[in-house]
Nanobody, 123 residues
Framework: VQLQASGGGLAQAGGSLRLSCVAS????????MGWFRQAPGKEREFVGA????????IYADSVTGRFTISRDNAKNTVYLQMNSLNVEDTAVYYC?????????????????WGQGTQVTVSS
């Protein structure tokens, strides 16, 4: 399985960006998907996750109410809509997939990872 993330870029504080992650390989609907991020000098952290069919989502406290994860299994794509961005959201964002659970929040639960896309928020 290969994951290709895109949609990162530069945004102003208060603005929005939408990230996409396209999967190739085996049936996309068989794995739960997640988004993580890593800021310079910090560990990679959980952002949010969505279940296989998309019926369940979960978010980190820091993004709840601002970020939304969705998926389109017909397009093998998961999205991360980011609104009300702030400078603390600046990071490389990674999408990841896992086949072990309906939904997962821990880095080591995930089986495959995309290459990351840079998001920079200016004040």
């Amino acid at each position: 399985v290969q994951l290709q993330a895109s949609g990162g870029g530069l945004a102003q504080a208060g603005g929005s960006l939408r990230l996409s992650c396209v999967a190739s390989g085996r049936a996309f609907s068989t794995y739960g998907m997640g988004w993580f991020r890593q800021a310079p000098g910090k560990e990679r952290e959980f952002v949010g996750a969505i279940s296989r069919i998309g019926g369940s989502t979960i978010y980190a406290d820091s993004v709840t109410g601002r970020f939304t994860i969705s998926r389109d299994n017909a397009k093998n794509t998961v999205y991360l809509q980011m609104n009300s961005l702030n400078v603390e959201d600046t990071a490389v964002y990674y999408c990841a997939g896992q086949i072990g659970a309906a939904i997962a929040v821990r880095i080591y639960d995930y089986d495959f990872w995309g290459q990351g896309t840079q998001v920079t928020v200016s004040s």
